[in-house]
């Protein structure tokens, strides 16, 4: 049974079961538990990880960890909307070593390189 509520305070983490589980039936497709924008702009709280990833085939309930990044505690009631499940596509790739990638007009600029225009 799930708890009630719980109070995270600034900095904790919980992990908070979903009460689901999910088996994805189309080949290559992964479940991904995103944090719910509201959620985190307004309170702070968001999925610990970044992104929680289900895997095709892993067939246990759910479980959210919610990180809680306000400066406040903040309660977690039962039935609240905590996070979003997404299904998307996997595609899995072969990595081959290589001495140096092509080049591009942008090249290894990141994090603002491109400007802000």
Not at 73 to 80: E, I, L, S
Request: aromatic share 6%.
């Amino acid at each position: 049974m799930a708890e009630a509520a719980v109070t995270l305070a600034p900095g904790a983490r919980h992990p908070f079961p979903a009460g689901i589980a999910v088996e994805p039936l189309m080949p290559g497709v992964a479940g991904f538990v995103y944090s719910r924008s509201g959620l985190g702009a307004r309170q702070g709280l968001v999925v610990a990880q970044g992104v929680g990833v289900i895997d095709p085939d892993f067939r246990g309930e759910i479980t959210v960890m919610l990180l809680n990044l306000s400066q406040e505690p903040r309660t977690v009631t039962q039935g609240m909307r905590i996070a979003q499940l997404v299904f998307q596509p996997v595609i899995p790739v072969q990595c081959i070593p290589v001495s140096e990638l092509s080049p591009t007009e942008r090249g290894a600029g990141g994090f603002g390189h491109t400007g802000t225009h």
